[in-house]
């Protein structure tokens, strides 16, 4: 009887330990799947809850939560504009070959952010789907914009600003008096300030100031052509969200699509 009882007291220790390795040693700890995914992926320590900054607005500017376009998959953020000259294709490029070499591309989703509300609007999910038909496009009203990207550190910035250009076209008419001004907004971009423009004198102080054309209503001089024009300077940010939305790594450069889709497969299975 004593013989049979320590058959099975060891038996149990065998399971046990088995159980034991399945669960726990089968999977990397933090340190060591940090160091794994290291220099492709930047792992948090400790994932950041984010939940409460990640309230954005669709193209028809309706409220939309994070959550509501992962549906419970992890999510890669990217933050750039759609007039972007060239960061933004090459880096929306090489996330799609990303994800198309994953294994676990079915549990990501891919966002879009613009930093660029005032032109972007209307255009973030097809601008987005031109690279994978699964990306989608989102953005968010200015201050709310400048919220979200303080708390995740994402830095972008209003640089460039080309003030009214006019060309003289006096010798078109007759007279070359042509003085139709419409009233109309202007906003300024950096705060989202709306000003009522009433003057050709306004508009031109305000255009000093930085403020851009708000609308569709603008009535041009048949003497002068509007021209404006801004860049954004903006960090080639790539945040990787647990499906609980908690920040959990940053996609460090010089992001090559073959190390990328490795290291977040492995971040997916690790984690889940």
């Known amino acids: 009887m004593k013989k049979i009882t320590l058959l099975y007291l060891i038996l149990l220790v065998v399971v046990l330990s088995a159980a034991a390795f399945f669960f726990v040693g089968s999977k990397p700890n933090l340190e060591e799947l940090k160091n794994t995914v290291a220099p492709s992926a930047s792992l948090y320590p400790e994932a950041k809850s984010a939940s409460d900054q990640l309230h954005f607005i669709d193209d028809d500017s309706n409220d939309t939560h994070l959550s509501e376009v992962t549906d419970g998959k992890w999510a890669l953020l990217y933050f750039g504009y759609t007039s972007c000259p060239d960061v933004c294709p090459i880096d929306l490029s090489k996330i799609n070959l990303t994800h198309q070499l994953m294994t676990h591309s079915d549990k990501l989703q891919v966002v879009f952010v613009s930093v660029d509300p005032m032109r972007d609007l209307g255009k973030l999910d097809n601008f987005a789907s031109a690279f994978n038909s699964t990306f989608l496009g989102l953005t968010a009203h200015q201050d709310e914009l400048m919220t979200i990207s ?49 003057s050709q004198e306004r508009h031109m102080e305000l255009m000093e100031l930085g403020y851009e054309h708000h609308g569709h209503d603008m009535a041009q001089n048949e003497d002068s052509q509007e021209v404006t024009h801004y860049d954004i300077d903006h960090t080639s940010s790539y945040l990787l969200f647990s499906p609980d939305l908690k920040l959990t790594a940053l996609l460090t450069s010089p992001h090559e699509p073959p190390d990328m889709a490795k290291a977040i497969d492995l971040i997916i299975e690790s984690l889940r």
């Open 150 to 198: 303080k708390s995740l550190g994402v830095y972008h910035e209003v640089v460039q600003t080309q003030a009214l250009a006019k060309e003289d076209h006096s010798n078109h008419g007759e007279h070359g008096e042509h003085n139709t001004f419409k009233v109309h907004e202007m906003i300024n971009p950096k705060n989202g300030d709306i000003q009522t423009v009433e």
